[in-house]
């Protein structure tokens, strides 16, 4: 009995935790007909605007009054389809105030506008919603393309990276083992000459050791003599010591002043300095590819003014490249040409030749500026540091050498250069001039600046050095502004 009674108790236990299990909870939508505690509704009625548990909900199976009651899944929020002014169900849609009414609505403040079926207007926004989700499931999938392209960039980009350092590392252990069997091969051949040449000194020595040797056994002697009292025995001994060999050295040793392996010293510090200039010109141009390395995210040249002002630099002009019938004022961002020379202290980076002047700021990056000019013809440019300065040479002109890349400025017309090719560019003038420089992308864009933008010439090249900017002004009276752009 007492068994029995155990397994009425489990049995008990288990329909009231599956009977707890279907109660409505805080989250669930419970049902509308449930007396006492409710269940949870499986279906909703849009019809009934009612929530049904399985078991009130059986009646819209078996009945034909239920049979064209639109079902659907648990909902809270049935009440929203009544209309609030007039408490119908909303069965229209009002296309020109865009939202649900009900019929009474139809006849009173939506009379005469464009509405239709709730239906029909849930058929026209699915159609929206599927173009809609067409839009956001291709974009999806575009950046799910862009996702994959970026996680190769970045596969390449370690892989690149990785196979560099290594690369680079073997490069410099190649060059510190070439300095250390330099080192090793000059170290021998000095050991080498010392032992050479201390041999032979140390063979003098001895020789002459061996001489003063002789020479204190025959001076003893000749001492010994000198004290004989006897004369007939001094005046008999006397012929009979032989004469002193004559000497195979000087009289006296020659010693150089001590510079011995000095000048080898002074050669390795040569060599030294030298390889600390390449390598610190190279260093540069390392750095500039290191920092310069190119991705996939490179942002596409800007259309408008504000777009390059994003880029925009001060750029102040460096004195000590001024060609002397140059002056520069306004902070030195403007330049102007004049007749006589000026009083410019002599200084390795001034032009020599030519009326130009370079900035004083590197230009790596994207960079723009914008030049305002007047007067007869002035030359905007921008050139390697190298450029040559002494002379009027080609290979000191801007524009006329591969070191640098001229717009020259006229009244009416343009004319761009490089190398000393240079193309004329048609257009009308114009007295201020906006230059982009994208140094990574190898990107040199010049522009007519006015109220919009015009290109007048653009450049794709590979830099391989950081820029400088620069001009030229053609005639007494013409000058050239780096303007402050904001």
């Not at 709730?118 to 809609?132: D, I, K, S, T, V």
């Not at 000087?250 to 390889?275: M, Q, Y």
């Not at 920092?291 to 925009?312: I, N, Q």
């Not at 992308?441 to 590979?462: D, I, K, P």
Request: aromatic share 6%.
């Amino acid at each position: 009995m007492l068994a029995a009674l155990v397994e009425q108790m489990k049995k008990t236990g288990l329909q009231a935790a599956a009977a707890d299990h279907c109660y409505a909870g805080p989250e669930d939508v419970a049902c509308d007909f449930c007396t006492g505690r409710n269940l949870k509704a499986i279906k909703s009625c849009l019809v009934c605007l009612a929530s049904y548990c399985e078991k009130h909900l059986q009646p819209h199976y078996d009945s034909k009054t239920f049979k064209k009651h639109k079902l659907v899944e648990p909902n809270k929020n049935l009440q929203e389809n009544i209309c609030s002014k007039h408490d119908e169900v909303m069965k229209m849609f009002c296309r020109t105030d865009q939202k649900c009414i009900c019929s009474l609505c139809l006849l009173d403040e939506h009379q005469g506008h464009d509405t239709v079926s709730a239906a029909a207007g849930r058929a026209e926004r699915q159609r929206e919603l599927e173009e809609r989700r067409g839009n956001i499931q291709q974009r999806i999938q575009d950046r799910e393309k862009d996702v994959k392209l970026l996680q190769q960039e970045v596969e390449a980009i370690n892989h690149s990276a990785d196979k560099t350092v290594e690369d680079s590392e073997k490069i410099f252990t190649q060059l510190i083992r070439l300095l250390q069997k330099r080192s090793s091969e000059v170290k021998q051949q000095i050991r080498s000459q010392q032992e050479t040449k201390v041999s032979r000194v140390k063979d003098v020595e001895e020789k002459l050791q061996q001489e003063i040797t002789e020479l204190k056994r025959k001076d003893a002697e000749l001492e010994q003599l000198s004290h004989t009292q006897d004369h007939n025995q001094f005046l008999l001994n006397y012929p009979s010591l032989p004469a002193p060999s004559e000497s195979t050295h000087s009289s006296s040793i020659n010693i150089r002043p001590l510079r011995h392996f000095e000048d080898v010293t002074a050669a390795v510090s040569e060599l030294r300095d030298k390889l600390q200039d390449v390598l610190r010109d190279s260093w540069t141009n390392i750095s500039l590819m290191v920092t310069e390395v190119d991705v996939l995210l490179s942002e596409p040249e800007p259309k408008t003014r504000a777009g390059f002002l994003k880029y925009s630099c001060e750029i102040t002009l460096d004195p000590n490249t001024a060609n002397t019938k140059l002056v520069l004022s306004e902070g030195n961002r403007k330049v102007t040409r004049m007749d006589q020379h000026q009083s410019y202290s002599s200084h390795p980076d001034r032009f020599t030749g030519s009326a130009q002047v370079l900035s004083r700021e590197s230009l790596t990056g994207r960079c723009y500026w914008e030049v305002k000019w007047s007067g007869s013809v002035v030359n905007v440019s921008v050139t390697y540091k190298n450029i040559s300065r002494a002379g009027r040479g080609k290979e000191c002109l801007l524009g006329c050498n591969d070191k640098s890349w001229a717009l020259v400025c006229q009244q009416n017309n343009f004319r761009f250069g490089h190398n000393s090719i240079w193309t004329n560019i048609s257009g009308p003038g114009s007295s201020r001039i906006g230059v982009f420089l994208a140094h990574t992308a190898g990107l040199l864009s010049f522009y007519r600046v006015s109220e919009t933008m015009t290109l007048l010439h653009r450049v794709q090249t590979t830099f391989t050095q950081p820029l400088l900017a620069g001009v030229w002004v053609g005639f007494t009276g013409d000058s050239a502004e780096f303007c402050k752009v904001k």
